[in-house]
């Protein structure tokens, strides 16, 4: 099926998904009749958010947001500002989101948006007007029961305060359960914040358990230290393993010994990036993942783990923190080092959209949990999955990334199935 036929689907990212969910469907034998309305999203917005900047001038930024299906619920997915996004990755990002959501078993369909802007090269005056009129400008197409949407790279929080505030303003009531990932005081869920980081953990000690390794005493380096990474960082250094590296778009550092997590994080918290930490322990990022250890874990960008990169890799757990980290030319050299246990981005990261969940059903129902209950209830989820993906990999013979997408794609396609085609 080819992606440039006059779609308006295009660019790495969105070629990569593509590629994935054909290896899958010639998998499940799905017809070529029935792939394109599995694949291709069902609606794609572009919007222009025009704001004042703080010097009187006038800016235009590029939004987007891109929903898969409706098929299952609402569409859920976050919403990212950065300086080259564009409708492909935007849609990729989308249907990464619909496989992971269906493995976990919620009643969501996938989305992902998101405006073209550096949000650290603007003021927070500026940040809140580009976020209001974002918001604004998707009103008529998000809903509680249509769209929910939730930070990702370059939002967080304050954003989807703002994201909330703005369309309860036109709604006439607060509307909280329109986007997760709110400031707990604002309807947000206690849990949601580290959500995502510590469900990484969560799982590559599952898959370090398979391999009969203990997580205490174990090695591990991060690939970017936002916010799931530096909480996968907070969790491994909690469950006693060495975190020996850690990067973002600004430094590296390495440390055999160990890095102090926590003075890392102290130092993020107040400067925002990990750059002017140390001189002594620069490291060079390129390397990063290549480090002989226990866990790698990519929790930054897409694509970064080539086939290249694959054949260097030392770890014995690849948990991917972000989407779409490896790609399928990398599948192709991991299919062939079965002492690699791949932890894929569907699975591994999907607390977040998880705990989304939890914090949509208590907005909902007006009803909220404590972290322990939240944490509790995560932690069932993330078992169950991990033990389908398994059972599903030994059963067919597959990498655990083509179990965990035949799982996510299956039940699309039933969905789908069941209810026909209208009209």
């Given amino acids: 099926m080819s992606t440039s036929d ?15 969910f054909e290896t899958i469907a010639d998998h499940l034998d799905i017809p070529a009749s029935e792939r394109p309305r599995l694949l291709y999203p069902k609606r794609a917005i572009a919007v222009s958010c025009p704001i004042h900047r703080d010097d009187g001038s006038t800016a235009v930024f590029q939004g987007y947001r891109v929903q898969h299906h409706l098929t299952l619920g609402p569409t859920k997915g976050g919403t990212r500002f950065a300086p080259h996004l564009d409708v492909g990755e935007v849609a990729a990002l989308a249907i990464w989101m619909s496989w992971k959501c269906a493995l976990a078993g919620l009643p969501y369909g996938g989305a ?54 703005t369309y309860s303003m036109y709604q006439g009531r607060t509307v909280t359960e329109i986007v997760t990932g709110k400031p707990v005081a ?150 062939q080092r079965p002492e690699i246990f791949v932890v894929p981005d569907i699975l591994c990261n999907s607390g977040g959209v998880v705990v989304s969940y939890f914090e949509w059903v208590q907005d909902l129902q007006q009803l909220f949990w404590t972290e322990s209950e939240v944490r509790s209830r995560l932690h069932q989820v993330l078992e169950r999955s991990f033990h389908q993906v398994m059972g599903r990999a030994t059963s067919d013979a597959v990498s655990t990334r083509t179990a965990a997408m035949a799982i996510g794609v299956e039940k699309v396609r039933a969905a789908k199935q069941v209810r026909g085609l209208f009209p």
């Fill in 112 to 165: 992902k948006g998101g405006v073209a802007v550096d949000p650290r090269a603007i003021s927070h005056r500026e940040l809140e007007a580009v976020s209001r009129r974002y918001m604004q400008e998707m009103i008529p197409f998000v809903g509680p029961h249509i769209d929910v949407m939730a930070p990702d790279m370059g939002t967080n929080e304050q954003v989807m305060a703002w994201f909330m505030d």
């Fill in 186 to 335: 604002s309807g947000g869920t206690e849990g949601r914040r580290e959500a995502t980081g510590r469900g990484v953990v969560f799982l590559a000690e599952r898959a370090l358990e398979a391999r009969q390794v203990p997580i205490q005493g174990a090695t591990a380096v991060v690939q970017g230290f936002g916010n799931v990474g530096s909480w996968a960082a907070i969790t491994l250094a909690e469950r006693g393993a060495r975190v020996i590296g850690v990067s973002d778009h600004t430094a590296c550092y390495a440390d055999r010994r160990g890095l102090d997590v926590d003075a890392l994080v102290r130092h993020v918290t107040r400067t925002g990036a990990l750059a002017g930490y140390s001189t002594e322990l620069l490291a060079d990022p390129a390397d990063l993942l290549a480090t002989e250890c226990d866990i790698v874990i990519p929790a930054a960008l897409e694509r970064v783990v080539d086939a290249r990169m694959a054949e260097r890799l030392r770890c014995r757990v690849l948990a991917e923190g972000a989407n779409g980290p490896t790609t399928p030319d990398a599948d192709a050299v991991l299919a």
């Fill in 6 to 20: 006059g779609s308006i689907y295009s660019g790495p990212v969105f070629d990569m998904a593509a590629r994935q």
